[in-house]
């Protein structure tokens, strides 16, 4: 394990609602506003880049587990910060706490999970797994 990885990282992804990331066009609601799978995908890519720029080089980070909960809508138009912070690390699995926030208020919170691999053998097993189907 990379020792400049270190409890407490923090890192921040943003992005303003449009009809790309709608809970509509995501299939998992009916109404114009943020989709929930939108917001996971957001947390998700506040844990990467927070650690990634500290692996070594040939490593990155894949996404393992999410709990989480969206807690209020954000309408189209306005900008969505996600943030996360490294709680845990276990090896080579990280532990991060993971929220979202529109102009107004939180609006999703949570704990997600990634563990690192090493990018060439993760992808050298998934063509091997595409070459056996």
Do not use: C
């Not at 939108?38 to 506040?46: R, W």
């Not at 090896?91 to 999970?113: C, M, N, P």
């Amino acid at each position: 394990m990379d020792p400049s990885l270190k409890i407490g990282i923090f890192g921040e992804a943003k992005t303003v609602v449009s009809d790309k990331n709608t809970a509509i066009t995501h299939g998992s609601g009916s109404i114009p506003v943020f989709a929930t799978p939108a917001m996971i995908a957001l947390m998700e890519n506040a844990a990467l880049s927070s650690v990634e720029p500290l692996l070594p080089e040939g490593h990155t980070t894949v996404g393992i587990s999410i709990s989480s909960s969206h807690i209020a809508a954000t309408p189209v138009g306005m900008e969505v910060t996600a943030k996360a912070e490294l709680v845990e690390i276990d090896g080579k699995r990280l532990v991060f706490k993971v929220e979202g926030y529109d102009a107004k208020e939180k609006i999703g919170e949570g704990t997600h999970q990634r563990f690192i691999i090493n990018k060439e053998k993760f992808m050298k097993k998934n063509e091997e797994k595409r070459a056996a189907k």
